[in-house]
């Protein structure tokens, strides 16, 4: 039986080759996935105990990653501008997720803006 290059699949070429999936893959790739993770909960945390809720998800994004702009970081000159902002919101979202399946914040999305601390 003859197997297809993955690399001449259209569908997983284009996604294979987004820099804004690039980029979220090597930041949660071990071992610095963990370490961002931790850093994740960390300041969930510290934002609880020092304002008595938890952070909204822009809060928590700019303690982890500083002042980061995603369009200006991530070069990807075949998207409009509010088209690199979608994919940076994905981006964040995802982070979201995988920081709430390792249980380093505790986070449901539609169910308020409010990030909690995680068990971990």
């Known amino acids: 039986m003859d197997e297809q290059d993955p690399r001449e699949i259209e569908a997983f070429s284009l996604a294979a080759g987004d820099p804004f999936l690039e980029v979220l893959i090597g930041t949660i790739e071990e071992p610095n996935g963990s370490e961002t993770a931790r850093r994740a909960g960390e300041a969930a945390r510290q934002w609880w105990d020092l304002h008595g809720t938890g952070p909204t998800r822009s ?62």
């Open 59 to 120: 809060e928590l994004m700019n303690q982890v990653f500083p002042d980061l702009d995603w369009g200006a970081v991530i070069e990807d000159p075949r998207r409009s501008l509010a088209h690199r902002r979608e994919q940076g919101a994905l981006v964040e979202a995802w982070f979201l997720s995988y920081w709430s399946r390792l249980g380093a914040i505790s986070y449901v999305p539609g169910h308020g803006d409010v990030i909690a601390p995680g068990l971990a």
